[in-house]
């Protein structure tokens, strides 16, 4: 169990829903990106439950000056605006230290100087597991994995099953920047802040077995997970700030809402587009059904379609 700064407002004795959308401010939001705050934002009204926004900005490479403020503006102008203050990632590194502290105490993480050159795409063949070899130095810090297999029940993908030592290895926690690697920052916050169900995109679904390792391992309560399908091009492509996808165009609110409430498989009014934004979401809320969301997308985005 991690310290009690970290589990002071463990989940497990909430009872109230509580979701979030956490967006990376390397850019605007897109189409893609939009469908995911809208779904967790209706999943967590339709459950009369709180929607809050975290800013995961920990990864300062590709952080974008002022994205974070055009995210909210554009969070904003389509009336999702989530219940108290937003979370940025960067306010919470004394967390995270505690998080790999009470991982190293418990000897469950080492020291790894394997760099990405070294390993290619393979999977990590434990190089470093039993200590560093002769002349290399520490860069990154990994996660001992078992050979047990995470099983998730998925509330849109249906069962993910993943052996971690045969399909993932031993998985870096600490990246040889210095920057607390992903998966452990949201298991820490998503506990934090007593996040009940996780509603993302399906891209992080392949990562999910290894945050609930981490929870098992820091002693933190798993959340529902409910993945979405992926806003793709006609080539199959996800769209992505990398892949040209447009940013959302923040003068035509209803036209966009109703464009993501479609992808989601809700079927919305037509009369919805001659509606006010505020509601277009009290239709959303009220007709919300997580089980019409389809598992792969049934709708082909253009990357330019900023709607």
């Known amino acids: 169990m991690i310290s009690a700064s970290l589990d002071a407002r463990h989940p497990g004795r909430i009872s109230v829903y509580c979701g979030r959308f956490a967006p990376s401010p390397s850019g605007p939001l897109h189409f893609g990106s939009l469908v995911t705050a809208l779904a967790s934002y209706l999943q967590a009204r339709s459950r009369g439950g709180r929607w809050l926004v975290r800013m995961e900005d920990l990864?300062?490479?590709?952080?974008?000056p002022g994205a974070a403020t055009t995210?909210?503006?554009?969070?904003?102008?389509?009336?999702l605006r989530p219940d108290g203050a937003v979370l940025a990632q960067s306010t919470r590194l004394r967390a995270y230290r505690e998080a790999?502290?009470?991982?190293?105490a418990r000897h469950l993480t080492f020291?790894?100087?394997?760099?990405?050159?070294?390993?290619?795409?393979?999977?990590?063949p434990g190089t470093c597991r039993n200590g560093l070899a002769p002349g290399r130095q520490a860069r990154a810090v990994r996660v001992r994995v078992s050979g047990e297999t995470i099983v998730l029940q998925d509330?849109?993908?249906?069962e993910f099953r993943q052996h971690?030592?045969?399909?993932?290895?031993?998985?870096?926690?600490?990246?040889a920047d210095n920057i607390v690697a992903y998966h452990l920052a949201v298991v820490v916050d998503d506990a934090w802040q007593g996040i009940t169900e996780v509603v993302r995109g399906a891209d992080l679904l392949d990562s999910t077995p290894r945050q609930i390792y981490l929870q098992r391992l820091l002693g933190l309560p798993t959340p529902r997970y409910a993945h979405l399908p992926i806003a793709a091009d006609a080539q199959g492509q996800k769209l992505s700030k990398q892949t040209g996808a447009r940013a959302i165009a923040e003068g035509g609110p209803v036209r966009t809402l109703h464009a993501c409430l479609e992808y989601l498989g809700q079927r919305p009014d037509p009369r919805l587009q001659r509606a006010m934004p505020s509601e277009v979401l009290e239709w959303g809320v009220a007709h919300w059904d997580l089980s019409k969301v389809p598992r792969r997308a049934t709708i082909i985005v253009q990357p330019d379609q900023g709607l």
């Open 155 to 158: 509330e849109i993908q249906g």
């Open 71 to 79: 995210i909210l503006r554009q969070l904003d102008s389509l009336g």
């Open 164 to 175: 971690l030592s045969r399909e993932v290895g031993d998985f870096v926690v600490r990246r």
């Open 100 to 104: 790999l502290a009470a991982l190293a």
């Open 59 to 64: 990864d300062t490479p590709r952080n974008q």
């Open 111 to 124: 020291p790894c100087g394997c760099s990405r050159q070294d390993l290619g795409e393979a999977i990590y």
